[in-house]
């Protein structure tokens, strides 16, 4: 297996973006990422993305993106694995790379939601639990969070407000991304009185219905030493999915992300570090809840105890392990296929030194996780910033 | 219009219909063939007796479509007695009387309306236990 490096980013805004198809919206992300390699073309194209084809009317994605961007000949497939659709694309492109199948790959992540009506793209974001037997029943996606965040409250005796840190640091780390899709300060205030969506979630612990797409450029290591542009280069050091049961009712212990804890700590083991050497970790914060739950699952916090770490200001850009530093799911927005790929272009501007206002003293060991449904497919990657 | 796909479930949805695993004595609902607790195959059908309690709960307000009409709508995840968890919505009840370990019982009721001309699905609800 090759070592696989990280040589080219690129991203769209993050937004209710009316005057920009599904298409373009690939071929900018991945035009500003060929950019910033250097190349002109490449092996191959994956494509995160869970809803084309429900909310555009719009699948075979990929060689459209491929056709539309100038990549015509090349492999091209889109990966879905919901809400970690992005992260799962990123995966078969390292595989790709790593296998020595392929030499340059392009992974986009590219998510197209604000064209449809509210329930309608509600309907399709249920499509990442069980048709039969989880939104057959009227559960919507927020609903399941819902009713994890409202048992984990009775388990640990913790108040809704006490979720508050995780929005308000998505939000005031957001005001330093020009590509986030808010940026607006929150307060404590404010998150008590947003309205509900379903209780006890409100709409400030819930990740936007948006577009946007991002897209990475992946070579073999030592080919990208010799290619070098001047640029830190940035190594993949783990790159590992795991999985959990579909529907949240199947768990034995719905309070804790199974698939988080052996993604994440497969990739300790691969990238031989412990969760202590992580500089800052760009989690999955769709809700409050699955940053609290990401955090204990992945060896953060103790169960029970994100909270507190939240409270205590470690999480903050100046804290012992920043999160989601240019303004995570909250605040940056959730595309939902493009997600991944987005976390993974803002890992390597902290890694590289390029993430402007929000640049991190110490960044040298990045982690992203990538969570698919209410925590049923979760992918775990590990950068590092190579001197 | 999943017509063959509703009839396909319909022992499950109307009458909680599950199967017991004969190597470890596990309940399993919904019927998947293999035990979720053993991972040895589990086909001998079992019938849940529809009595439970509420893991937890909340109130859908953004409906998807087919439900729009009953927002807003208590939902829960229900333990039930034989062991299975399952998700379904709360009904016949007052929703600021819900609580965490609520005793619940099966009913049959409307679950969707897929537009003028689709289906009408029913199946399960719960509501509080009544005396016995």
Known sequence: MRDVAIVGIGQTPVGELWNQSLRHLGHDAIHAAMADAGIETADALYVGNMLSGELSGQEHLATLIADFTGLRGIEAAKIEAACASGAAAMRVGVLAVASGMADTVIVTGVEKMTDTLPAETTAGLAMAADQDYEAAEGATFVALNAMIMRRY?????????????????????????????????????????????????????????????AAVVLMPYEQAREFGRGKRLVRVAASVSATDTLAVHDRHDPLWLEAAYISSHKAYTLAGVTPNDIDFFELHDAFSIMAALSLEASGFAPRGKALELAASGALARDGRLPINTMGGLKARGHPVGATGVYQIVEAVMQLRGEAGANQLDHAHIAMTQNIGGSGATILTHILIGES | MHIARNWRIKKQRYSLHGEICHHCGAHVFPPRDVCPECAKPAYDPAQLSGLGEVYSFTTVYNAPEGFQTQAPYPLALIKLEEGPMLTAQLTDVDPDRVEIGMEVEMVTRKLSVEGDEGLINYGYKFRPRMAA
């Open chain 1, 153 to 213: 409250m009775y388990e640990y005796g913790v108040t809704k407000v006490d979720f508050a840190p995780f929005p308000i640091i998505a939000h005031e780390n957001a005001l330093g991304n020009p590509n986030a899709m808010f940026h607006l300060k929150l307060t404590p205030e404010r998150y008590e009185k947003a309205p509900a969506v379903a209780p006890p979630i409100n709409i400030m612990d819930s990740s936007p219905i948006c577009d946007g797409a």
